[in-house]
């Protein structure tokens, strides 16, 4: 079993997206700082060993800085114990040292915790050793920030031999790492997940999917940023007025230490908040993906007559600003494919349209889309600026390749080419290659014809072949 890894997964990002959120939420919330007396545990570096286990070392120091950087900000408030106030560098006295002792020291624990489930991932048993690591995992974190401790304030009478006290809050936190680590990397890397994490990276592919759905919640987050911050100005300011009002004299460090507990609220609802909407993306992913399999073409593959329809709608509307732009519109026929299917069945004939489908998509590329429009008919959009002459070479490769898929029978298609300028209509397309497609089998089949566009700057002239 393989430890998953983020790269060019966009699910991985998303994911990431919530890991931080959740760490954000823990850190200014008691659900990371444990307290069930006699014992407090610290659990809001769990999600940082999660990232460590699930994405990498990478993604786990980037989590640990920001799991560094709440604590720096709760430490600032003037309420903390004095051997906490290291770790703030507005209280310490030395701001550098805070900072390393803070960030630094959380970011190193992410890197070192990713990279051991890295290393653990190449072998065997990767499940037992993410236990194992798991259980560690408190144990180095307290390593780390105690040798930090003391190598940067040793005043504050802490060392690397703090981190070998071991009592009953160590040992629930063990437990609790390795519950959580192990049940995150049996959900994510089963079937399920990994079906969902395909649909969500495969969705961008769907073109009924908007391409700026993450640019419009983007925006939304924003303004839910600018509303909650005006509202934590106002309730900071209310509570004031309010203890005055009782006769309770706030100081302005009370004031202060009041607006920086309504931040901290603040800054975990956001999180829920960013939670719910990243999690309503994927939701419309998925959704997206899963309509654009129901109209994709289940004998061939590509796109069915609805959604390459609907596609083309939508590139001409892509591309209406950008003036002059041309493209190339084609249709595809087998040639007597009845007679395929008469001859060698109808096993033979589907074999015969997967290839030509196969083919047909292979020589447009990454310049266009294809779809199947009929039982033996074919479209294709070609989006970018291609040369007459290059679309011929494409289409005698196309020719070649298809003229085998029967041993001792050559297969052929003919084909109608028409050239247009965006943004064009559709059905205008539509009528104009079907006329070219009909040329081409008055010419007797197996060949193309071409409807090109005049260049009257240099003298051309619009020719149909």
């Avoid at 790492?177 to 399920?192: E, R, T």
């Avoid at 997940?193 to 939304?220: G, R, V, W």
Wanted: a neutral charge.
């Amino acid at each position: 079993m393989q430890i998953v890894q983020a790269n060019t997964s966009c699910f991985d990002r998303y994911f990431f997206g919530i890991l931080v959120a959740v760490e954000l939420f823990m850190s200014f919330t008691s659900l990371g700082y444990i307290h069930i007396p006699p014992i407090s545990i610290t659990t809001a570096y769990i999600p940082i060993v999660i990232a460590g286990c699930l994405l990498g070392p990478a993604q786990a120091f980037i989590m640990g800085g920001i799991f560094g950087i709440a604590s720096m900000y709760k430490a600032s408030a003037s309420y903390v114990m004095s051997g906490d106030a290291v770790f703030s560098p507005l209280l310490s006295g030395f701001p550098i040292s805070s900072i390393l002792l803070s960030v630094g020291a959380r970011a190193l624990f992410g890197f070192f915790i990713g990279i051991a489930f890295v290393c653990a991932s190449k072998g065997k048993y990767f499940r037992l050793w993410a236990g194992i690591i798991a259980a560690l995992a408190p144990k180095f974190h307290s390593l780390i920030t105690y040798t930090t401790m003391g190598i940067l304030f040793p005043e504050s009478g802490y060392d690397y031999s703090s981190a070998f006290k071991f009592g009953v809050g160590d040992a629930a936190l063990s437990i609790i790492c390795i519950i959580i680590v192990v049940s995150a990397l049996k959900i994510y890397s089963s079937k399920p997940m990994q079906h969902i994490k395909s649909a969500i990276d495969l969705s961008a592919e769907s073109p009924y999917l908007s391409k700026n759905i993450t640019l419009y919640f983007f925006i939304f987050e924003i303004l839910m940023l600018c509303f909650a911050l005006f509202a934590t100005l106002y309730f900071s300011q209310r509570e004031a007025y309010m203890l005055n009002q009782h006769g309770i004299t706030v100081s302005s460090n009370i004031s202060s230490d009041m607006l920086g507990l309504q931040i901290q609220f603040t800054i975990a609802l956001l999180s829920l908040n960013i939670i719910s909407v990243i999690l309503l993306i994927l939701i419309y992913k998925y959704m997206a993906y899963k309509e654009y399999c129901g109209e994709m073409d289940g004998l061939t593959g590509i796109m069915g007559r609805k959604m390459f329809l609907y596609h083309c709608e939508n590139s001409q509307k892509e591309h209406a600003i950008e003036a002059q732009d041309t493209g190339w519109f084609l249709f595809v026929d087998a040639d007597y494919f009845k007679s395929i299917n008469d001859t060698f069945g109808h096993a033979t004939g589907d074999t015969v349209l997967k290839r030509i489908a196969a083919d047909l998509r292979n020589i447009v590329g990454k310049d266009g889309k294809v779809g199947r429009i009929g039982g033996d008919e074919f479209a294709a959009i070609i989006e970018k600026p291609m040369s007459r002459q290059e679309l011929e070479n494409r289409l005698q490769t196309f020719f070649a390749a298809i003229s085998d898929i029967l041993p001792g029978h050559k297969t052929s298609c003919s084909i109608g080419a028409y050239q247009f300028v965006f943004p064009q209509s559709v059905k205008h397309l539509l009528t104009e290659t079907d006329n070219m497609l009909y040329k081409a089998k008055e010419n007797g089949r197996a060949c193309y014809a071409i409807h090109a566009r005049a260049k009257e700057t240099d003298g051309m002239r619009p020719r149909t072949e």
